[in-house]
């Protein structure tokens, strides 16, 4: 079954401290990986996608990292800020899946002064 | 550009009710999809429309629900005789094509609660 698990659920740390999210996945055949930020009462915002041959890539303080291998992914935040504070989700999607996309549950990132 | 839009932001109804959800994607995405977000949980997969093509339903959980989508413009998610279990964050997202391939861009959400 094609699955997405997210760790920790939630994470609190203080302002200017880094902190990493972790993603494994069992989504066969693979496509990509995505992670996406979600603030309270919105709708989720794309950080980064990868495909199997990426194995990093930026958007600023966020820099998600991708094992296809081990098939585990992680969301490094650098100098997180109180605007950090949202739900990070790991999404994958498989090989002709059309866009039918697996989420994860999500982390809960609260960032304090 | 505006980005995806829905209404009502909202929405309280009782048990039996039908309520109807409003989707308006980016202009020229020719693809459309539903989701389901109850409390804690991750995104649930409703479905989806690509232009033309049949929609892929297989997402819907049951016969109580339903989506139409005129061309590649407006959708509508119909839940008919709500239960309490229905209570969620209905969320809409659009894209250029295919979400496999594609950037999705997501709405603000519908929260609907059933009493």
């Known amino acids: 079954k094609n699955q997405v698990e997210q760790s920790p659920q939630s994470l609190i740390i203080l302002e200017g401290k880094n902190c990493t999210l972790q993603?494994?996945?069992?989504?066969?055949?693979?496509?990509?990986l995505r992670w996406y930020k979600q603030d309270t009462g919105r709708g989720p915002v794309s950080l980064t996608i990868?495909?199997?041959?990426?194995n990093t890539k930026s958007n600023g303080r966020y820099t998600a990292t991708l094992d296809a291998d081990t098939k585990q992914s992680s969301l490094h935040i650098t100098a997180s800020q109180l605007s950090d504070s949202a739900s990070y989700i790991c999404v994958v999607s498989a090989r002709g899946s059309q866009g039918n996309l697996i989420f994860g549950k999500g982390t809960k990132l609260s960032v304090k002064p | 550009g505006a980005g995806v839009s829905q209404s009502p932001s909202n929405k309280v109804t009782e048990k039996g009710k039908d309520v109807e959800l409003r989707c308006d994607p980016i202009?020229?995405?020719?693809?459309l999809y539903w989701y389901r977000q109850r409390l804690g949980q991750g995104l649930e997969f409703l479905i989806y429309f690509q232009g033309n093509s049949a929609p892929d339903k297989s997402g819907l959980p049951s016969d109580r629900f339903s989506a139409e989508r005129t061309g590649e413009s407006v959708s509508t998610l119909t839940i008919q005789r709500t239960q309490q279990e229905d209570s969620a964050v209905y969320l809409c997202a659009s894209s250029p094509g295919l979400a496999e391939y594609y950037e999705q861009y997501f709405g603000p959400g519908t929260r609907l609660t059933v009493t």
């Open positions: 993603c494994n996945y069992t989504v066969s055949p693979f496509s990509n």
């Open positions: 202009s020229g995405h020719t693809a």
């Open positions: 990868m495909t199997f041959s990426e």
